[in-house]
């Protein structure tokens, strides 16, 4: 049954790709106005590339790890969501040392943002 709804999407999706082909309008004459960038209707003087800041990339790096982290940690969370409190007490020798190298990588980060005076 999968094998024969396959065959009726990949028809249907192939005679759309075609119809739009030949619907589609086609010019034969390419001017150089029409293969520039539209800029609210003048030229560009410059060039569009523009460097981004220190602080977006900061910021969006540490959200990036960060991110991963919980991403990481959250099928942790639900396998041993029974007996929480107790690893999080520091039953389990790596759970404190986990927290510990967080703490310090957080207030690592937030040290090196104010040396750098990023954070304003």
Known sequence: MLMCWGGVVTSLVGVLMIVGYL????SSSVSVEKLSPFECGFSPNSSARVSFSLHFFLVALIFIVFDVELLLLYPYVVNFSDNLSNKISGSNPFSSSDS????????????????LKVVS
């Open 23 to 26: 619907v589609s309008k086609k």
């Open 100 to 115: 510990f190298f967080e703490g310090w990588l957080f207030l690592g980060v937030v040290l090196w943002n104010i040396e």
